[in-house]
């Protein structure tokens, strides 16, 4: 009887505050203020999300949850990677651009660039042969 309580009020507390922490990173992910925060913001979402799954499998016994909270934690892990990606890609953020530079016109590499790029794409294409 009495681990049964414990149990309950333990799973009772813990939803309260996983839901807590939900609220809260959403709210992060809406004032932002720059992409990273909100990546990062959606990031603990997933984790937060797979807690309530977890702590919804202890208090029902239904094991199945389990399962689901570890496919999440693989898509959320994608979906970070995927997003790394995408920022890496873009370059710094418009906040964080110099001056004058503007996000929707990103500049043209010079000649000089283009042409090293081309001798490096060379040379390890020779490197494997």
Do not use: C, W
């Amino acid at each position: 009887m009495m681990p049964a309580m414990l149990l309950s009020a333990a799973t009772g507390l813990a939803l309260v505050l996983l839901s807590l922490a939900l609220l809260m990173t959403v709210l992060r992910i809406i004032r932002g203020p720059t992409l990273p925060d909100r990546v990062l913001g959606l990031d603990m979402l997933v984790a937060i999300a797979i807690g309530l799954i977890a702590v919804i499998a202890i208090r029902t016994g239904f094991n199945l949850y389990i399962d689901i909270a570890i496919a999440l934690g693989l898509v959320g892990f994608l979906a970070t990677v995927a997003f790394a990606r995408f920022i890496l890609v873009r370059g710094l953020a418009p906040e964080h651009a110099p001056q004058g530079a503007s996000a929707a016109a990103p500049t043209k590499p010079s000649s000089k660039q283009v042409r090293s790029g081309q001798a490096g794409r060379r040379k390890r294409k020779g490197a494997r042969r």
